[in-house]
């Protein structure tokens, strides 16, 4: 008799093609060593975070507790709760004037990183290039990759805000390119972009018949300026795929609940493949997002001024050490240049992990514009930003060349 | 500007001028400026700290008094409200509506001392009517702290 595993020693090894090409392709991990590290180490400052230091509002919680009391505990429609739809859509038309139909033209997804690769799937054949800015969220080109799509980059930097411009774009359509994907306020930059800029890429996007897919995950954390929605833009409706979610907004990252809103045909298909992979976002999550959107707008607003205050502490503070750093005005990330050192991101990461204690994200892991760059997470407690600041300060110190 | 402040320190009295500066654009010394005025102004009372005396197994007891008095003329609840409100015992107090008057928010050292306190003192105030008092028996949260928390919430050291 055989015992149970053997048979897995006759399996092909990755090299002979047991995992498929396009899997390995994806960006794994240089970085995997370095979370390996930070997980075995105490007394440590992560600044290495991407999501809120709240819990979610208890309101929202308790909507969610209710909900499994009374027993809405099973699938609800592949699309999501015909109220949640309708309030997304009035959220939407309420903040941005964007005119959606909740049946037909939204899907409610597991975060808006479901909503991403539903995209993908739905518009790309293989071979079809998504162009999308470097550094960009780590999902953004694996996503197009696991679609069959090439990514392809358009650098932006430092000296730009990290915006990226419509032109860079232009240069870089070829007849295979489908689609631009972009995301601001930005993970990792927290750049955001102004509305001139957007509508020169709704003008590029037209001319060249393509599909513009925007990840507005960070709309509501902005800083002295106001968010332009993409799908907002004149003209730019038909050809839109508008994500969104509740995770940084209303602090849900673990409730997984997001959607897409976009012309019918696009939801249709969107939802095609959801209903065969995820059937339906999870209930109580759809529940509490009714809830965030009825009545978390205070929480979203205290959140956000207290957002700003820890902002405005660690952009001034990396200044005050020595690492050059343009104004974040969204999300919850600065992104310091780390040149001074001489050391590249990931070298600079461990070491400072090793060292002082403090993570911080190396750039790299964001694509290859991001290398000289750290992604520093500002939700974290007042007290924990000064003391990293305090311990990077000593040592950029030791390290300036 | 002094709103933002006030948010600020309410929320960490120990944020330092230089930190508040920061965090609402304004120059050390305007920040300065205008919390020193605030205090002149009464609108600062005081700085402090919440703590949670029960983890030192310190014996304080406090009790919450109902307290029905009878207005006087032209003066109203105010001047017995004014005399309860000088003993050192008095952690608050309040005009509310409903079935009391008063209520007192009383910290003492035991619960004798704080029984001593209605009887000696607060019964005898000329217009006091009536006292209930309740003992307090566990506090769950004050000043907006939980005081007996989980463990928080804990999140992955890195998220990308």
Same mark, same amino acid.
């Given at each position: 008799?055989?015992?149970?595993?053997?048979?897995?020693?006759?399996?092909?090894?990755?090299?002979?093609?047991?995992?498929?090409?396009?899997?390995?392709?994806?960006?794994?991990?240089?970085?995997?060593?370095?979370?390996?590290?930070?997980?075995?180490?105490?007394?440590?400052?992560?600044?290495?975070?991407?999501?809120?230091? /709240?819990?979610?509002?208890?309101?929202?919680?308790?909507?969610?507790?209710?909900?499994?009391?009374?027993?809405?505990?099973?699938?609800?429609?592949?699309?999501?709760?015909?109220?949640?739809?309708?309030?997304?859509?009035?959220?939407?038309?309420?903040? /941005?004037?964007?005119?959606?139909?909740?049946?037909?033209?939204?899907?409610?997804?597991?975060?808006?990183?479901?909503?991403?690769?539903?995209?993908?799937?739905?518009?790309?054949?293989?071979?079809?290039?998504?162009?999308?800015?470097?550094?960009?969220?780590?999902? /953004?080109?694996?996503?197009?990759?696991?679609?069959?799509?090439?990514?392809?980059?358009?650098?932006?930097?430092?000296?730009?805000?990290?915006?990226?411009?419509?032109?860079?774009?232009?240069?870089?359509?070829?007849?295979?390119?489908?689609?631009?994907?972009?995301?601001?306020?930005?993970?990792?930059?927290?750049?955001?972009?102004?509305?001139?800029?957007?509508?020169?890429?709704?003008?590029?996007?037209?001319?060249?018949?393509?599909?513009?897919?925007?990840?507005?995950?960070?709309?509501?954390?902005?800083?002295?300026?106001?968010?332009?929605?993409?799908?907002?833009?004149?003209?730019?409706?038909?050809?839109?795929?508008?994500?969104?979610?509740?995770?940084?907004?209303?602090?849900?990252?673990?409730?997984?609940?997001?959607?897409?809103?976009?012309?019918?045909?696009?939801?249709?298909?969107?939802?095609?493949?959801?209903?065969?992979?995820?059937?339906?976002?999870?209930?109580?999550?759809?529940?509490?997002?009714?809830?965030?959107?009825?009545?978390?707008?205070?929480?979203?607003?205290?959140?956000?001024?207290?957002?700003?205050?820890?902002?405005?502490?660690?952009?001034?503070?990396?200044?005050?050490?020595?690492?050059?750093?343009?104004?974040?005005?969204?999300?919850? /990330?600065?992104?310091?240049?780390?040149?001074?050192?001489?050391?590249?991101?990931?070298?600079?990461?461990?070491?400072?992990?090793?060292?002082?204690?403090?993570?911080?994200?190396?750039?790299?892991?964001?694509?290859?514009?991001?290398?000289?760059?750290?992604?520093?997470?500002?939700?974290?407690?007042?007290?924990?930003?000064?003391?990293?600041?305090?311990?990077?300060?000593?040592?950029?110190?030791?390290?300036?060349? | 500007?002094?709103?933002?402040?006030?948010?600020?320190?309410?929320?960490?009295?120990?944020?330092?001028?230089?930190?508040?500066?920061?965090?609402?654009?304004?120059?050390?010394?305007?920040?300065?400026?205008?919390?020193?005025?605030?205090?002149?102004?009464?609108?600062?009372?005081?700085?402090?700290?919440?703590?949670?005396?029960?983890?030192?197994?310190?014996?304080?007891?406090?009790?919450?008094?109902?307290?029905?008095?009878?207005?006087?003329?032209?003066?109203?609840?105010?001047?017995?409200?004014?005399?309860?409100?000088?003993?050192?015992?008095?952690?608050?107090?309040?005009?509310?509506?409903?079935?009391?008057?008063?209520?007192?928010?009383?910290?003492?050292?035991?619960?004798?001392?704080?029984?001593?306190?209605?009887?000696?003192?607060?019964?005898?105030?000329?217009?006091?009517?009536?006292?209930?008092?309740?003992?307090?028996?566990?506090?769950?949260?004050?000043?907006?702290?939980?005081?007996?928390?989980?463990?928080?919430?804990?999140?992955?050291?890195?998220?990308?």
């Amino acid at each position: 008799m055989k015992k149970p595993g053997q048979n897995l020693k006759q399996h092909p090894s990755q090299s002979e093609g047991l995992i498929s090409e396009r899997t390995n392709r994806l960006s794994p991990s240089g970085i995997r060593k370095f979370f390996d590290l930070l997980a075995n180490m105490e007394g440590v400052i992560s600044l290495g975070v991407g999501e809120p230091d /709240y819990a979610t509002p208890w309101h929202i919680s308790e909507a969610a507790v209710k909900s499994l009391e009374k027993g809405y505990t099973m699938y609800t429609s592949n699309s999501g709760i015909p109220e949640l739809r309708q309030e997304t859509v009035r959220y939407l038309k309420e903040k /941005y004037s964007i005119d959606y139909d909740p049946f037909g033209e939204i899907l409610m997804t597991v975060g808006v990183s479901e909503a991403l690769d539903l995209a993908m799937r739905a518009i790309i054949n293989p071979g079809d290039e998504v162009i999308m800015p470097d550094p960009h969220y780590v999902a /953004y080109d694996s996503c197009v990759i696991l679609a069959h799509g090439e990514p392809v980059m358009v650098p932006t930097s430092q000296e730009n805000n990290f915006e990226v411009s419509a032109e860079d774009i232009e240069a870089r359509i070829t007849d295979k390119t489908k689609a631009i994907l972009i995301g601001y306020p930005a993970n990792p930059t927290g750049a955001v972009m102004s509305r001139q800029k957007l509508l020169d890429i709704a003008g590029v996007a037209r001319r060249h018949q393509l599909t513009v897919i925007s990840d507005e995950i960070y709309a509501r954390l902005t800083y002295g300026v106001e968010h332009t929605c993409f799908a907002s833009l004149p003209g730019v409706r038909e050809n839109t795929i508008l994500l969104g979610g509740f995770s940084k907004a209303y602090a849900m990252t673990g409730w997984r609940i997001g959607y897409a809103v976009a012309p019918k045909e696009i939801i249709a298909a969107m939802t095609k493949i959801h209903q065969y992979t995820i059937m339906s976002a999870p209930t109580m999550a759809q529940v509490a997002a009714i809830e965030a959107l009825k009545t978390g707008e205070s929480d979203v607003v205290e959140m956000v001024e207290d957002y700003n205050r820890r902002r405005l502490i660690i952009v001034k503070g990396l200044g005050d050490i020595g690492l050059s750093c343009f104004e974040p005005h969204g999300a919850f /990330y600065a992104f310091p240049s780390i040149t001074c050192t001489g050391m590249k991101s990931e070298e600079f990461s461990e070491k400072l992990l090793m060292e002082e204690k403090v993570a911080v994200v190396p750039g790299s892991a964001f694509g290859q514009c991001g290398e000289g760059y750290v992604r520093c997470c500002y939700a974290t407690s007042l007290a924990e930003i000064e003391e990293a600041l305090n311990r990077m300060g000593r040592f950029v110190k030791k390290y300036r060349k | 500007m002094l709103k933002d402040i006030l948010k600020i320190l309410e929320n960490d009295a120990r944020t330092t001028s230089q930190q508040i500066a920061t965090m609402t654009g304004t120059p050390v010394s305007e920040v300065n400026k205008i919390i020193e005025q605030a205090e002149k102004d009464k609108i600062i009372l005081k700085y402090k700290t919440v703590i949670n005396w029960d983890r030192l197994e310190d014996e304080q007891v406090w009790a919450l008094i109902e307290v029905r008095v009878k207005p006087e003329p032209e003066v109203g609840f105010d001047s017995i409200a004014e005399r309860i409100a000088r003993f050192e015992q008095v952690r608050s107090l309040f005009l509310a509506s409903g079935t009391y008057d008063l209520l007192v928010v009383v910290v003492g050292k035991s619960e004798h001392k704080v029984a001593d306190f209605v009887s000696q003192n607060l019964a005898h105030i000329e217009g006091v009517q009536g006292t209930v008092t309740h003992f307090v028996l566990k506090r769950y949260k004050d000043d907006g702290e939980i005081l007996e928390g989980g463990e928080g919430v804990k999140r992955q050291p890195v998220i990308l």
